[in-house]
């Protein structure tokens, strides 16, 4: 296969519009990274108290690290073990360490960043905390590679927001060498679709809290990331598809020999690709806007989460590089859904590494002419090495070549016979605003919603009509004061079970919304992320209990269907107070700065001028 397949037309236009978009942005990034380049080899410039502070806690390294002519591996974490994906990290820096001498280089944990699990804070206060703890991740990175010590960084993180949060800080030093390390999933437990039928059947009162609880704990039982392709997995895949990782190191399960062997690996190609050597790769130059387009691309090939709209943005920002959701508007229209798994489909991640995983989906469409196969990657051999399988081979981990055909199409599929032609995506534009609609996992047939507003401002309010027996009907949903202006921009995902059981129930029903979905979300049809938000004029604020909303993925339409003179004659209803407690308060200068969803919605990228 050739590393550089014809670039199918669409790929290329969304590439060139991209380019030329950022250039400004971009030039002035690499110019920046230069500078930071030129500035030479820090450790040996630094004043002897400096160094003598940097290597007085490392005992074993400390000769090596004073001679200043290895690579310093800086290592940011982020271990916690409330976290069951970063809980595998526990150990890692001690190995690590190992390896890194073993191939010539000295490694400390530079840092650690705050890693919230979205599972354990989902519909309770600290969910208001979660899409701006990216930001915050962000800046503990910066803080923990500002100390000029390192020559080249790993980082160790997985999960929804770790993962954007670690290399928009880590692109701000993207002069290093860098490599993410993943801890990957969990083994299976029960099965999603199970584990939903239990959800289902709790929000009708059919079976108690200890069920459900049972059920969940059989679903959520080890170390690694969950196991359904939400945004934590998603974020693997377009790690990949980004040349981020070791091949193919995504899917790997914890505590295995395959595991190991992979982050051994990544350790021990950082020195390789320092820039001491002749095989120079920094960040900065492997995150251009062909990487961007790719992680793009494998989203919405693999129906991956829409939490990315918002991740991706600001990732590319961090690079001096804009993308909008017109771009992944235009690239879903020629992107084929080559994967079914959860809740696209009834298999988790672990049933798709063993169908063939992100190196087959990566073969594919490299095949096709849908991925950049120039980018500049971390792995030796350039980006065709993601498409071929790690596997442990008497005792060593080689990487092979994977067969032509997948391991079950019912799971993932080859280009020329993909599950849709398109992907799974979709903008929405009309009279209350800009959003956008995962469809790869919505039934065709309820593509197209029109049915009388019933509107909330908090997903508790929607539960309690849910049980009250209110919603049985047809009915749009409307959430507002939702976005990251007014709260943060929490995950409504407690809102999938009782919009399924409506849904079950044979209704027409559908969720408008500026505040965000889980990558869990589901067969309910949602417009999420709706800009403007409601807060600060955006015209959600008009709609009101009765109003006929239309929302038409096929057409890409999202309206309330009112008189167009009673419409811009209706004033904004008041947004409710501001809330406190559970440190909220401390987050309010990253509410009031906070730009919109399509941007990223960071309050810490606009402040500086990215």
């Known amino acids: 296969m050739s590393a550089n397949p ?3 037309p669409a790929l290329a236009a969304v590439t060139d519009r991209i380019i030329e978009r950022s250039k400004p942005g971009r030039s002035a990034y690499l110019a920046l990274m230069q500078r930071e380049r030129d500035s ?23 000769d090596r690290m004073r001679d200043g002519k290895a690579m310093n591996i800086g290592i940011v974490t982020a271990y916690n073990d409330m976290l069951s994906a970063h809980a595998t990290y526990y150990r890692y820096p001690e190995q690590m360490k190992i390896w890194a001498i073993a191939a010539g280089a000295t490694a400390q944990v530079a840092g650690g960043v705050p890693a919230m699990c979205d599972g354990v804070t989902q519909g309770y206060q600290g969910m208001e905390l979660s899409l701006f703890s990216r930001d915050a991740i962000a800046m503990a990175t910066a803080v923990a590679l500002s100390h000029r010590t390192f020559e080249g960084a790993a980082l160790l993180g997985i999960c929804d927001k770790i993962v954007p949060g670690l290399l928009i800080g880590a692109l701000r030093f993207g002069h290093l060498p860098m490599v993410m390390i993943p801890g990957g999933p969990m083994r299976s437990g029960m099965a999603n679709k199970d584990k939903a039928a239990v959800r289902e059947a709790y929000a009708e009162g059919k079976v108690d809290r200890e069920a459900l609880l049972d059920a969940e704990i059989s679903a959520y039982h080890g170390k690694g990331t969950c196991t359904f392709y939400g945004t934590a997995n998603s974020n693997q895949m377009m790690m990949e598809a980004m040349g981020l990782h070791v091949p193919g190191a995504a899917f790997a399960n914890p505590q295995t020999k395959l595991r190991q062997e992979l982050t051994r690996a990544a350790v021990q190609r950082l020195p390789q690709i320092g820039w001491n050597g002749a095989d120079y790769r920094p960040l900065g130059e492997c995150v251009d806007e062909r990487a961007i387009v790719n992680a793009a691309v494998v989203l919405l090939a693999t129906g991956g989460s829409t939490n990315h709209l ?3 943005p600001a990732i590319a920002r961090a690079a001096g590089i804009i993308i909008d ?8 229209k020629a992107v084929p859904l080559l994967t079914h798994v959860y809740p696209n489909g009834s298999a988790d991640v672990n049933g798709f590494e063993d169908a063939g995983g992100p190196p087959f989906v990566i073969r594919e469409l490299l095949r096709g002419g849908l991925l950049h196969g120039d980018i500049l990657t971390i792995a030796d051999g350039g980006f065709t090495e993601y498409g071929r399988k790690p596997v442990i081979e008497d005792e060593k981990l080689v990487w092979q070549d994977l067969p032509a055909t997948s391991g079950d199409d019912t799971i993932v599929r080859t280009i020329d016979a993909p599950f849709s032609v398109e992907g799974g995506f979709r903008i929405l534009q009309g009279n209350l605003g800009r959003a956008c609609i995962k469809v790869s996992a919505v039934d065709p047939d309820r593509w197209i919603i029109e049915a009388p507003a019933r509107v909330f401002a908090t997903q508790a309010d929607v539960q309690a009509a849910f049980q009250a027996g209110e919603l049985d009907r047809d009915v749009v949903v409307v959430v507002r004061f939702q976005g990251p202006r007014a709260n943060g921009m929490p995950e409504l995902h407690k809102l999938t079970p009782p919009l399924g059981v409506l ?10 919304t500026d505040g965000r979905m889980s990558g869990a979300s589901g067969k309910v049809p949602a417009a999420i992320h709706l800009s403007p938000e409601a807060l600060g004029g955006g015209p959600l604020g008009k709609v009101r209990d009765g109003d006929i909303i239309r929302l ?6 999202l309206a309330a269907l009112v008189d167009a003179a009673e419409w811009e004659a209706r004033e904004l209803v008041e947004a409710p107070p501001r809330a406190d407690g559970t440190g909220r308060e401390l987050f309010n200068m990253m509410n009031f700065g906070a730009d919109e969803a399509e941007k990223g919605a960071s309050a810490m990228l606009a402040a500086a001028g990215l």
Not at 552 to 557: L, M, P, Q, R
Request: with cysteine; hydrophobic share 40%; aromatic share 10%.
């Open 6 to 8: 014809a670039l199918a």
């Open 40 to 62: 030479g080899f820090d450790r040996p410039k630094l004043g002897c108290a400096n160094l003598a502070h940097a290597y007085a806690g490392t005992d074993e390294q400390r």
């Open 325 to 332: 959701w017109e771009d992944f508007d235009r690239l879903s």
């Open 503 to 512: 849904q079950n129930r044979g209704f027409r029903v559908a969720l408008v």
């Open 552 to 557: 038409d993925a096929e057409a890409g339409t």
């Open 310 to 312: 918002i991740h991706l």
